[in-house]
């Protein structure tokens, strides 16, 4: 009788062991998200801690949702997102550079990268989960959503993240509206010390185009990271009615400010001089940043405010 009761007990506790083992595993299951990016899949702990984050994008969006993050790449943060020059946050190396180091000492939950720190993927892959978020700026609104979405479900921020999102589709209506009504043509440069290049609609800042609205003065702009090289003639020769210029050496330390560079005698025979349509915009969104909540809300705002 003594050997049937303790069978008994024994298989009551090996039940009971295996459907708390079952409870537990169907746990970790359900907070357990597969992230689809693309550099690959990554398995995310949902509300992952000590999060690491390179893009600047993607932080101002995890800012706005507020969600706390523990290291940055502190030496290039945009103006606006000052705050996390502070010591409380942990500084993870430069943008091209990661602090391997520093980054396993943390021990991240998370480690998120975009385009700058893409050949850095596997190294950090061996230290924590690592996705990419970054836009393709060939589809920049649907990768902008799908990056937004993406935060939103690691971090138990979908609700906040689809009305932010609402929020930013509807001032770009209004943007759309009006530059498509005005029929304008722009076209965009990059000021860097004494050199500029075109950007047209599909590239990195082709958002203008493709977008907001604006028709490009050039159709053939080559589709580059870097831009096309151009002179201030062939300025001169498109004859924009706008010219939106983003100022590199404002967030590097260059040694020239691009609207010494940029209103020179050829430049001052164009519609965009003539009518004061030169618009300088802020590269802390356009050139750091870009693709997050609070930077593509502020460049809405910044080129409504120039039309």
């Not at 836009?135 to 932010?164: H, R």
């Not at 040694?255 to 030169?278: C, P, Y």
Request: glycine share 8%; with cysteine.
């Amino acid at each position: 009788m003594l050997a049937i009761f303790a069978a008994a007990c024994g298989t009551k506790e090996s039940s009971s062991d295996a459907e708390s083992d079952k409870n537990s595993g169907a746990s970790k299951e359900s907070t357990e998200l597969t992230i689809k990016h693309e550099l690959g899949e990554t398995k995310v702990e949902k509300n992952p801690e000590n999060v690491v984050v390179f893009d600047f994008g993607a932080l101002d969006t995890l800012d706005k949702l507020g969600v706390e993050v523990t290291g940055v790449p502190q030496a290039n943060i945009p103006s606006y997102l000052s705050k996390y020059e502070d010591s409380k946050y942990e500084n993870v190396g430069g943008l091209k550079e990661p602090d391997f180091e520093k980054i396993s000492e943390i021990d991240p939950g998370l480690i998120i990268i975009s385009g700058r720190q893409s050949d850095a993927y596997e190294e950090l892959s061996e230290i924590a989960p690592t996705i990419y978020i970054g836009v393709d700026t060939a589809k920049y609104m649907e990768s902008f959503k799908e990056n937004t979405k993406t935060l939103g479900k690691i971090f138990d921020k979908q609700e906040a993240a689809e009305e932010e999102l609402a929020k930013v589709e509807e001032s770009i209506k209004g943007l759309n509206e009006k530059a498509t009504a005005e029929g304008k043509n722009a076209l965009i440069i990059l000021a860097n010390d004494g050199n500029i290049s075109a950007y047209g609609a599909g590239s990195r800042f082709g958002i203008i185009h493709d977008v907001f609205g604006f028709t490009p003065v050039d159709e053939n702009i080559e589709v580059s990271t870097h831009g096309q090289n151009v002179s201030f003639e062939y300025i001169v020769e498109k004859d924009p009615e706008y010219l939106f210029v983003i100022d590199r050496g404002a967030v590097v330390g260059g040694e020239s400010s691009a609207k010494e560079i940029v209103e020179n005698s050829l430049v001052e025979k164009t519609k965009a001089f003539k009518n004061d349509n030169i618009v300088y915009l802020d590269p802390n969104y356009w050139y750091l940043s870009g693709g997050g909540l609070i930077s593509v809300s502020e460049m809405v705002k910044e080129v409504e405010g120039n039309l």
